[in-house]
């Protein structure tokens, strides 16, 4: 699962808000860039600018969008995508 506080710091660190839920998607430090989150919501998640990792570059605004997002969630292998990042104002994960 996710973590907030794991959260990679080139992340729109934006809250949405979609029939009265909270949402702020990103990818933690578990992110192997394997490309699914792309796939499914491409719109929303591009790699790292050092190729090194996925982010979120645009937070959903619709219900379609959240879907994808959700989908692109749901299907991470690694359960490196959350939505909770709305929780945390810890500092964000960047390798050195």
Known sequence: ??????????????????????YSFYCDHACIHCFVCHENAPNHFESSKDGDHSHVYNQPKTEEELSLCLEALDCCPVNAIGCDGHLSTDKKYKRE
Do not use: H, Q, R
Request: glycine content about 10%; hydrophobic content about 35%; charged content about 30%.
């Open 1 to 22: 699962m996710a973590k907030p506080g794991d959260k990679w710091y080139d992340n729109l660190e934006i809250k949405t808000l979609i029939n009265g839920d909270v």
